[in-house]
């Protein structure tokens, strides 16, 4: 199990650094993950079941020239909300918040809702 601030220490890693094994430590093998965009809306979100369908989706989010910003973390024994800012080299910007339900010291389920720039 890890412990939860563990869990802050290996996203922050993951994500600032471009670290994919880092990222991929925090989520149970069977994770859900849910995301609501432009794209994807509430009543058809995107959902990604499982190690490899996130392993494919991290893969191409940190495949991006973007720098990732992790702030606004609350944790408790079972839950862990934070935001995600980000930008591109030419100024565009992406800004995602996450609410993420904890088992075992990893993520077992976790809702992202992300909007960003059309236009710098």
Request: proline share 5%; charged share 30%.
């Amino acid at each position: 199990m890890m412990p939860i601030s563990e869990v802050s220490r290996s996203l922050h890693r993951g994500l600032e650094q471009h670290d994919m094994a880092s990222l991929l430590d925090v989520y149970d093998d069977s994770a859900e993950l849910t995301i609501i965009d432009k794209n994807h809306t509430p009543s058809r979100p995107q959902v990604l079941s499982g190690r490899d369908a996130l392993e494919r989706h991290f893969q191409d989010l940190l495949s991006r020239p973007t720098s990732h910003h992790i702030g606004d973390e609350v944790m408790s024994d079972n839950h862990y909300a934070y935001t995600e800012s980000c930008e591109y080299p030419d100024g565009s910007k992406v800004f995602t918040s996450v609410m993420a339900t904890l088992k075992d010291g990893k993520i077992v389920k976790e809702v992202d809702v992300t909007s960003w720039d059309e236009n710098p």
